[in-house]
């Protein structure tokens, strides 16, 4: 009986803690909401009025009015966070004019030697956001400070820096690329080639040096450039990525050729057909699909032999679109009357171009 009476005295205390802590820390927060809706108006006004923000009549730049109770909320760490991601958000959301205010807001507030402080910082993700913060906000000036993190082993404070110097110079930030020793992921790959399409076109240089990179990923890179910005010239640069030492290269040159081709890229591809990879020769088979101008379609025939219904597939694709008698070819082979062909073939003249 004493034990039971223990243990509920216990529990009861339990509860009663928990029930306290709930209510402090729900107290605590309804406290916390309200000032960060203050914040939130305060920072949205000043805001907008940097957006609109017009220079004085003599033409020369004036400062932004801010309230004395905003330069006091400076001090706040939790307020100065919230009015930094705002600046940021909206930054990103406006160009021209309106950008260039929110600039000058930020440089006015001391944000910019706030931004230095943290670079500084031992912690990679307070870096990695003060570089964030240089790229966005334009701190050109900053560049030199940011373009060395473009090489570091972090690879997230690597990946922020690579945007920043593209963000601060455009196509010209690219030649990160000569120096980096570290691989650039698909993920980053993905972050360049989105950041590149927001940034005015000027002449792009490099990309032939960098497709005889000995980092691959710097190869791959420079492939799909190569193919987003349609460079013909470096056609023959290209098709020698075909006989790179690492496969995901030379299925990237592959891809590359399907939207950069010649009249006897098919041939170029085939030739390579018989050492390719598994996956590889997929793509070989796809890219001739689209190029088309197969010599010799007995030579794609000869590969309907194999026994893996992907395979098969792509060769007959290859065949009917890479050649204007394809079609005919593969209809007249005994093969096409046995399965999967023939069910395959149907589907295949659907997509006959």
Excluded at 69 to 85: E, G
Excluded at 158 to 176: S, T
Excluded at 232 to 239: A, D, F, G, M, P
């Amino acid at each position: 009986m004493i034990y039971f009476e223990i243990l509920l005295s216990v529990f009861l205390g339990l509860a009663t803690f928990l029930i306290t802590f709930l209510s402090f820390y729900l107290f605590i927060r309804k406290i916390w909401r309200r000032a960060y809706l203050k914040w939130d108006r305060m920072i949205d006004m000043l805001l907008r009025k940097a957006i609109f923000f017009h220079e004085g009549n003599n033409g020369q730049l004036t400062s932004i009015p801010i309230t004395r109770r905003l330069k006091d909320n400076l001090n706040n760490r939790r307020f100065s966070n919230r009015l930094v991601k705002k600046i940021i958000l909206a930054k990103r959301n406006v160009s021209g004019q309106y950008g260039d205010n929110l600039r000058q807001l930020y440089i006015q507030l001391g944000l910019d030697k706030k931004a230095l402080r943290l670079l500084e910082s031992r912690k990679w993700h307070l870096q990695a956001y003060a570089i964030q913060q240089i790229g966005t906000m334009g701190l050109k000036e900053h560049l030199a400070r940011v373009y060395r993190y473009t090489n570091c082993k972090n690879n997230l404070i690597r990946m922020e820096a690579q945007i920043a110097v593209l963000n601060l110079i455009g196509f010209e930030g690219l030649r990160f690329l000569d120096i980096i020793s570290y691989q650039i992921t698909d993920w980053q790959q993905i972050r360049l080639l989105k950041e590149l399409s927001t940034v005015p076109q000027t002449e792009l240089t490099g990309i032939d040096k960098w497709l005889s990179s000995e980092n691959a990923s710097v190869t791959i890179f420079a492939l799909k450039l190569a193919r987003n910005y349609r460079r013909y010239e470096l056609y023959e640069n290209i098709v020698s990525c075909l006989d790179h030492n690492n496969p995901n290269v030379r299925k990237q040159a592959i891809a590359t050729l399907t939207d950069i081709y010649v009249e006897n890229t098919s041939e170029v591809l085939l030739a390579r057909f018989e050492r390719e990879t598994y996956q590889n020769q997929i793509a070989i088979m796809n890219a001739i699909a689209v190029i088309g101008d197969v010599q010799n379609v007995s030579t794609l025939l000869s590969y309907l032999d194999t026994e893996k219904a992907q395979m098969k597939f792509a060769v007959a694709r290859a065949i009917i679109n890479g050649n204007k008698t394809g079609l005919e070819c593969l209809v007249n082979d005994q093969r096409s009357k046995t399965y999967p062909l023939i069910d395959m073939i149907p589907q295949l003249k659907t997509e006959i171009r």
